[in-house]
Nanobody, 114 residues
Framework: QVQLVESGGGLVQPGGSLRLSCEAS????????MSWYRQAPGKDRELVAR??????????NYADSVKGRFTISRDNTRNTIYLEMNDMKLEDTARYYC?????WGQGTQVTVSS
């Protein structure tokens, strides 16, 4: 059974940091294209960061709102991706979802509040 499991969400103050993880299981090969999305209450789900390729580094792209603050990375040995979030803002509050192909995880809640 293939699945994605996110972890690492929580409550953080403005300017703080969090690191999200998404572990993919049940896949027989490395996953080439994985992404992080987020959805805030009353808003559409939006792409936050994407990483393509199974080689070292991979090709990454980011939403303009998180460029310079968030970093997506991967550990191919564990079929896991990460989202390092720094200098967090109130508007980063959302439920964060991992995606691989057409498969979605259940999400992890991130709340930025003072």
């Amino acid at each position: 059974q293939v699945q994605l499991v996110e972890s690492g969400g929580g409550l953080v103050q403005p300017g703080g940091s969090l690191r999200l993880s998404c572990e993919a299981s049940g896949f027989t090969t490395s996953i080439r294209d994985m992404s992080w999305y987020r959805q805030a209450p009353g808003k559409d789900r939006e792409l936050v960061a994407r990483i393509i390729g199974v080689g070292v580094g991979g090709v990454t792209n980011y939403a303009d709102s998180v460029k310079g603050r968030f970093t997506i990375s991967r550990d191919n040995t564990r079929n896991t991706i990460y989202l390092e979030m720094n200098d967090m803002k109130l508007e980063d509050t959302a439920r964060y979802y991992c995606r691989a192909y057409s498969l979605w995880g259940q999400g992890t809640q991130v709340t930025v509040s003072s």
